[in-house]
C-alpha cells in the first residue's frame, strides 16, 4: 500500500471520536462523570484538626506545606497553583503561618505556667 492509498482508507473509516465512543461502549452523547467533592471533605478535616488541636495543627500543617513547597522549589518549581502563584510567596505565607503558630503556642504555654 502507498501513502495515497493509507490516506484514502483512514479518511474513509469512522472518525476519532466514533473510535472511542465504540471502544467505550457509549455514544457520541457520553454524560459527564459527577462532580467528586473530595477536596471539601478534604478542607473540613483539616478544619476539624485545625479545631480540635489549635496552633499545634496550624504549625503542623505549615511545616509540612513549607517543607514540599521547599523542595518543590529547589527542583525546579516557580509557579504554583496556590493562589499565591510565585512560590517566594507562598513560602512566605506557610513561614508567617508557622510563626504565628509558634507565638500562639507560646501563649498558650505562658497562660499554663501562670
Avoid: H, N
Wanted: contains cysteine; glycine residues 10%; aromatic residues 10%.
Amino acid at each position: 500500500m502507498s501513502g495515497v492509498d493509507d490516506a484514502r482508507r483512514i479518511a474513509g473509516g469512522p472518525s476519532p471520536s466514533e473510535q472511542v465512543a465504540a471502544r467505550s461502549g457509549t455514544d457520541d452523547a457520553a454524560e459527564a462523570p459527577a462532580f467528586d467533592p473530595l477536596k471539601l471533605c478534604i478542607f473540613a478535616t483539616v478544619a476539624l484538626l485545625g479545631w480540635l488541636a489549635g496552633p499545634f495543627a496550624l504549625l503542623v500543617f505549615a511545616g509540612l506545606g513549607f517543607a514540599g513547597y521547599w523542595r518543590a522549589r529547589r527542583a525546579g518549581l516557580t509557579r504554583s497553583k496556590c493562589l499565591l502563584r510565585d512560590t517566594r510567596l507562598v513560602l512566605a505565607y506557610l513561614a508567617a503561618l508557622a510563626v504565628l503558630a509558634g507565638w500562639a503556642i507560646w501563649q498558650l504555654v505562658a497562660g499554663w505556667l501562670s
